[in-house]
């Protein structure tokens, strides 16, 4: 009713979102709801600054690394769809969709897409490594002013040492994948939905 | 519980190594799920952007305004709805406009006559009937029906009446009960000839722009106001900011500090009358007060709180905050710790370096250290 029509969810779209993420069609419209209650400029898209706005984002050390990861390479703006896919990654993965077919194309909620969303925050350039570098400077992100610049060095040495194990002193997502291997990573990188 | 079975299992593993257990910083690549999974959580829902919006309402009032989450349902809810519009435009907006203008203009009026009067007990008098008339004129205006709690608690002179705050509609309920000095900038407009009037009857506070931002001046105003008997008890908001009314926000300590005894006031409006909410960002102050008459009605209830005092060894912060739940818990409202300000500007950087220091400590500290401060991590 009234001028709202033009931004409601339309069913065939809430049926693709549904198919590419797994949320059910209640948690589509309830994120949709946050997404324009969000979208401050009423242009159907979330700015950098619309996620800024909300204050447990913004004094989480990590705010501005997680707000990229909504925005693909060079953008600005995100729409509805690519802010369900990046949330997807937080869906919990259901007992049922364990035993899941191989050949089905991996839904958005895996162990692996959980950990490529994580192994992502660390690299900061995009170039599916984790140099040294990268590694300090989101150390520094997550510790503030209270580590040394030395004490952050010997953490980030030690912990390359331990990843490493191709020799070119930076981070692959294999080897990444293998430093975590006995993470409950399921668990730790999901979200549960109150209904 | 999660960083302690972390600490077990890199235990086992680091056993081989020379390593001492105690002084080696502990970090793991995983800790940055902590953070990860705490923004996206952020993101889906946080407890402070939807302060400042209008509340959801579970079934609907057959107000449009109300209508965010519901779509065309029957035929028989649409020609209810049609009624209503009817109804509420064409009878009911006309007669609370016209009530609206006779009660501010009698206001207006009224206190100026008075104003002409010599101090003293007659002027006293009459300025406090003028004004409980011309509130009550207007409550009738926005057909507010109001019930009053616990009236034996009412605020006395010499004292500070502190509410939350969900719209400016709050200063005419609780003046249409008692006589209160207020407290607030002076506007332009139309606003400042009422609040220009009404202080020739009886003493209001009213502030410059450029006085606001002094608060030793602002602290002596209010101070040196309770301090004479005489002078009726100062109403004020102290959350600074109309909030949705499903929540109270952190109280500014100005009105605390005084010394003064407290008389909070729990406002709790009914929503599925009319949502008295002043957002306003999004609407003037004439586009809602049009919006207020022409819902169905505003029904609300106020409790008056027993009076509270500063306790010893209390500082003003403790004292609000005390104050705050006393009234959170009343109204049925969430007790927030979040500043009401946050609905226009940014939220400060000291919290995001708290978080980093917490975290750092976790990272450099002593085995006793990171005990205590993974119970303290874990309900951050």
């Known amino acids: 009713m009234g001028s709202r029509a033009s931004t409601l969810l339309r069913d065939e779209e809430i049926e693709e979102i549904k198919k590419e993420t797994g949320f059910s069609h209640s948690q589509i419209t309830r994120l949709y709801s946050r997404f324009t209650s969000l979208d401050k400029g009423e242009n159907g898209t979330l700015s950098r600054e619309d996620f800024q706005r909300i204050p447990e984002l913004a004094i989480n050390p990590l705010g501005d690394r997680i707000i990229n990861a909504f925005f693909p390479e060079g953008e600005d703006q995100v729409n509805f769809r690519g802010f369900m896919r990046t949330l997807a990654h937080f869906r919990p993965i259901e007992d049922n969709e364990k035993s899941k077919n191989a050949a089905v194309s991996e839904p958005l909620n895996s162990r692996t897409n959980k950990l490529m969303f994580a192994f992502r925050l660390y690299d900061l350039d995009r170039d599916d490594k984790i140099s040294r570098d990268e590694l300090l400077q989101v150390l520094r992100m997550m510790v503030g002013v209270n580590i040394s610049d030395d004490q952050l060095g010997s953490i980030a040495d030690r912990t390359i040492q331990e990843a490493d194990t191709n020799g070119d002193n930076s981070i692959s997502f294999n080897e990444f994948i293998k430093v975590l291997e006995k993470v409950d990573v399921e668990q730790k990188m999901s979200i549960r939905f109150l209904h | ?218 602290a002596k105003r209010l101070s040196d106001h309770v301090e004479d008997k005489s002078k009726l008890p100062i109403l004020i908001f102290p959350e600074g900011t109309c909030i949705n009314n499903t929540s109270v926000m952190m109280f500014k300590k100005g009105s605390f500090e005084i010394g003064a005894t407290v008389y909070p006031v729990a406002i ?47 500082d003003a912060c403790q004292f609000a905050n005390r104050v705050k739940a006393a009234i959170a818990r009343q109204g049925g409202l969430v007790d927030l710790l979040w500043d009401g300000g946050l609905k226009r500007g940014k939220v400060k950087d000291t919290f995001k370096e708290e978080q980093q220091k917490l975290y750092s400590k976790m990272l450099v500290g002593t085995q006793e250290d990171r005990t205590h401060r993974k119970g303290a991590l874990s309900s951050l």
């Open chain 2, 268 to 314: 709790k409006y009914d929503p599925r009358f009319g949502d008295a909410f002043w957002n306003s960002s999004k609407f003037g102050m004439v586009n809602y007060l049009l919006r207020m008459m022409s819902s169905w009605a505003i029904v609300c209830s106020v409790w008056y709180l027993p009076p509270m005092s500063r306790e010893e060894g209390e």
């Open chain 2, 1 to 218: 519980i999660i960083w302690a079975t972390l600490r077990i299992e890199r235990g086992i593993r680091r056993s081989g190594s020379n390593r001492d257990l105690n002084s080696a910083p502990e970090f793991e690549m995983s800790d940055i799920f902590y953070f990860a999974r705490r923004g996206v959580a952020s993101i889906m829902d946080d407890e402070v952007t939807k302060r400042f919006s209008a509340e959801e309402l579970e079934s609907w009032n057959l107000l449009t305004r109300s209508n965010n989450n519901f779509h065309y349902i029957s035929l028989r809810l649409t020609v209810l709805w049609g009624l209503g519009l009817l109804i509420r435009y064409s009878f009911l907006l006309p007669l609370r406009v016209t009530l609206a203008f006779t009660g501010v203009g009698l206001l207006v009026f009224l206190t100026c006559v008075i104003g002409l009067l010599p101090n003293g007990r007659l002027k006293n008098f009459l300025s406090q009937k003028v004004h409980l008339m011309c509130y009550r004129i207007c409550v009738r205006a926005l057909t507010a029906i109001i019930t009053y709690h616990d009236s034996e608690n009412k605020p006395k002179n010499g004292g500070i009446c502190v509410a939350n705050h969900t719209s400016p509609i709050d200063v005419i309920i609780l003046a249409s009960d008692g006589c209160y000095a207020m407290v607030g900038q002076i506007h332009g407009g139309l606003m400042g000839v009422i609040q220009r009037s009404m202080v020739k009857a009886c003493p209001h506070i009213w502030f410059e722009r450029s006085e606001v931002k002094d608060r030793h001046l602002v």
